[in-house]
């Protein structure tokens, strides 16, 4: 595709210079919107050795584990559909042993990436989760997964989780331009703070739109352009799952098809084989859902607008410097107001 300002560029090449095998990777996206694209790259090329956070493992984390990616799982919840006798690439993983996994609350998740987003090293959360298993039961964090402290303040014990920092963020949002300004709406869950917390982000989008847009409509920007490292377009990227104000949910593709291929390691292998690593790019696999199933399909998954009231950010003035080029309380020019400073003793050789 090439690049542009050095952080637009293909799902392909993205993967390539910033996800390594062994990383921390975090699945940004909470339920909804998953970056079905850069999953299923990452699963093409093969990454391997991940310990993956997730707060809501559904097709993505199924993909990843089913491709050998995954080594250790953090999450909240996982699909894994018919429970333990039932289909899921993660359930068979964890009964051959190839997969560790590691169970907190959403609360606990979150306080975690929290902690790593604003610098902290552990988060206080609630003592309640000291009556359960999830608090009895350690996977590969052993001890690391909480810790109980004395409150400096009340003496009283009280639960920690150590703050996430994972090496890349992978999320797929509504648009972004071509600076790394990432605009997203909806459902957030730990959309920021999953993002915000680790050293590399990687951003997929909708559309890439002007920074103007982006300008227009700063309460929508949840990732700063100087923390993110790349940037692709991919519309659709977040097919099955659902993209607010772009489309809704494929629920033929999701549960007709991945569902039901998921059940078995045989069924799993051949939907993967023909919905991923047959499909160099989203728009091969767009253009190969076409084929078998017609662009009515997508069609009808599109979103009819429906558009929040705009909010007003004018002001009179956006300058202390009026048109004249003169302060607009003092009514000086900038090297009059310099001389005023001067004389005063204001300024510094």
């Not at 991923?276 to 084929?291: L, M, N, T």
Request: charged fraction near 20%.
């Amino acid at each position: 595709m090439g690049e542009i300002n050095g952080k637009v560029m293909s799902a392909k090449e993205a993967v390539e210079k910033f996800v390594h095998d062994d990383d921390e990777l975090v699945i940004g996206n909470y339920t909804v919107g998953s970056c079905a694209e850069l999953v299923y790259e990452i699963t093409r090329q093969g990454k391997k050795g991940f310990t993956l956070y997730s707060q809501s493992g559904i097709f993505d984390v199924e993909v990843l584990v089913a491709g050998g990616c995954v080594h250790r799982l953090v999450t909240t919840y996982v699909m894994r559909s018919g429970g333990k006798k039932g289909g899921s690439a993660v359930e068979r993983s964890l009964n051959a042993g190839t997969l560790e996994i590691e169970d907190y609350t959403n609360f606990e998740y979150n306080a975690r990436l929290v902690a790593g987003m604003h610098g902290f090293s552990f988060l206080p959360v609630l003592e309640g989760v000291m009556v359960t298993d999830i608090f009895r039961k350690r996977g590969f964090m052993g001890e690391n997964k909480f810790r109980v402290i004395k409150c400096p303040y009340t003496g009283k014990d009280i639960v920690t989780v150590p703050a996430a920092t994972p090496d890349v963020c992978i999320i797929h949002v509504q648009r972004a331009d071509i600076y790394g300004n990432a605009q997203y709406w909806g459902a957030m869950g730990s959309v920021a703070s999953a993002a915000l917390s680790s050293k590399k982000i990687i951003v997929s989008c909708e559309e890439i739109v002007d920074h103007e847009i982006i300008e227009s409509s700063p309460h929508l920007t949840i990732i700063p352009a100087y923390r993110v490292n790349a940037v692709i377009e991919v519309p659709w990227g977040a097919h099955p799952t659902e993209v607010l104000g772009y489309y809704n949910v494929d629920n033929f593709m999701y549960n007709g098809l991945f569902s039901s291929a998921a059940a078995t390691a045989d069924g799993l292998a051949a939907w993967m084989d023909e919905w991923v690593y047959s499909c160099p790019d989203r728009a091969a696999y767009i253009d190969h859902y076409i084929r078998k199933f017609g662009s009515a399909a997508l069609d009808e998954l599109r979103a009819k607008p429906f558009y929040s009231a705009p909010a007003n950010y004018g002001s009179a003035f956006t300058s202390h410097w009026n048109q004249d080029g003169k302060e607009r309380s003092m009514g000086v020019t900038l090297p009059q107001l310099e001389t005023l400073l001067k004389e005063r003793g204001k300024t510094y050789e």
